[in-house]
């Protein structure tokens, strides 16, 4: 089993910049997973932000592309999402997630979540 923590979350204006972590601890990692960020804003559903394979392998929603930037330390088990340019509409509980197996972008096909953490954008 694997637990995962966000941590970073805040309210922020726009045009500023955030940094959440995730760490991931429990279980004996995989041998190939991939960990992402799903955000989801009051009254939406909830959508993919991206994710990033144990080998580096990043891929973005369209709606944060250029914008945000995920990163990944295997030896500390830590993810992390920088978010640059914040607009009002990114506002959402962000959402670490990690899937046993190749990247997707289906948010079902992800085992383990977080129990997410709050950015405001103002």
């Known amino acids: 089993h694997v637990q995962l923590v966000e941590s970073g979350g805040g309210s922020v204006q726009a045009g500023g910049s955030l940094t959440l972590s995730c760490v991931a601890s429990?279980?004996?990692?995989?041998?190939?997973?991939?960990m992402g960020w799903f955000r989801q804003a009051p009254g939406k559903e909830r959508e993919r932000v991206g994710h990033i394979s144990r080998d580096g392998i990043t891929t973005y929603a369209d709606a944060v592309k250029g914008r945000f930037t995920i990163a990944l330390d295997n030896a500390k088990n830590t993810m992390s999402l920088q978010m640059n340019s914040l607009k009002p509409e990114d506002t959402a509980m962000y959402y670490c997630v990690v899937r046993d197996g190749v990247c997707s972008t289906v948010q079902r096909d992800y085992n383990y979540w977080g129990q997410g953490t709050q950015v405001t954008v103002s």
């Open positions: 429990g279980s004996t990692w995989y041998t190939r997973y991939c």
